[in-house]
């Protein structure tokens, strides 16, 4: 019997992005043309493709960090679609802040602030109240093995490591519908990816819709539903980890 397919929680339809290059000769770079997606609760989708194939301008077009040049980009919420594309900057503000969690390679932190606050600042705009956005800012950190004399210290001080995992923390505290991920764990020592890894797995298993960028295919195995590959700013694959990507590192 076929499994129904999952509520969609992401759908996006006929992306295009381009840059056009002042600084050099006015030329342009396409990365993205044409791209089709949806993603459905509990869904781990993970792109895949080689540099410059357009993985990351996807995930920061979905988050609207890149505003697309044309194409739809659905948002499925309690309150019913939004179209992201069509939303003020600040509109865009405030439902980024609720319903998406977004984890790149590096924390963009305030100037002196310190990583409780961060994760706890991040708790609060998804709709917890002061005390208990701390009391899950404090399991968050705890979860990833922060050092808990380091939870307010100034993040600045903090190495690659554990800025990534603060960045993480904040990015699945309280966790949001939408969770894009892009190199989450790059920086991490093999403990504390195993550690990420699973509490990724398990936002994943409570609903949260994943859509992620890994350069570490033992994780793709892990952790994908399903594996997208891109090839020059357009779907080339999509299929199960092992059929898009191989038997490599699975
Ligand atoms: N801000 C930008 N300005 C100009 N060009 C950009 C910008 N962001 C992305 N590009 C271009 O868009 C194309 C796709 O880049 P993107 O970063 O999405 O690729 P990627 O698949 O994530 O690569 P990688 O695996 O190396 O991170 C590249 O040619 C890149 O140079």
């Known amino acids: 019997m076929t499994q129904p397919a999952p509520e969609p929680v992401l759908t996006v339809r006929d992306l295009h992005k381009s840059f056009t290059l002042h600084t050099i000769d006015g030329r342009t770079v ?5 791209v089709d997606l949806e993603i459905g609760r509990g869904e781990h989708v993970a792109l895949a493709g080689p540099s410059g194939a357009g993985k990351s301008s996807f995930l920061r077009c979905v988050h609207r960090s890149y505003l697309p040049d044309s194409g739809s980009i659905v948002l499925h919420t309690d309150a019913g679609p939004v179209e992201l594309t069509e939303l003020s900057d600040r509109a865009m503000a405030r439902l980024r802040g609720r319903e998406l969690g977004y984890v790149s390679q590096f924390l963009s932190a ?10 706890a600042a991040s708790a609060r705009r998804r709709g917890m109240d002061r ?39 904040a990015g699945t505290v309280h966790p949001p519908r939408l969770l894009l991920l892009d190199e989450p ?5 093999p403990a504390n990816r195993e550690r990420a890894l699973e509490l990724i797995a398990s936002l994943s298993a409570s609903g949260v819709a994943v859509l992620a960028v890994f350069h570490d295919l033992d994780a793709m195995h892990r952790l994908a539903t399903r594996v997208v590959r891109f ?20």
């Open 30 to 34: 396409t990365s993205l043309h044409g």
């Open 110 to 119: 305030p100037p002196r602030t310190a990583p409780l606050e961060v994760v």
């Open 131 to 169: 005390a208990e956005a701390r009391e899950a800012a404090a399991d968050a950190l705890r979860r990833l093995a922060l050092d808990e004399a380091l939870w307010d210290v100034d993040c600045s001080v903090l190495s690659g490591g554990e800025r990534q995992r603060v960045n993480i923390a």
């Open 185 to 189: 764990v790059s920086a991490l020592d």
């Open 231 to 250: 090839a020059d700013g357009h779907i080339a694959e999509t299929g199960s980890a092992t059929d898009v990507l191989g038997d490599a590192a699975a």
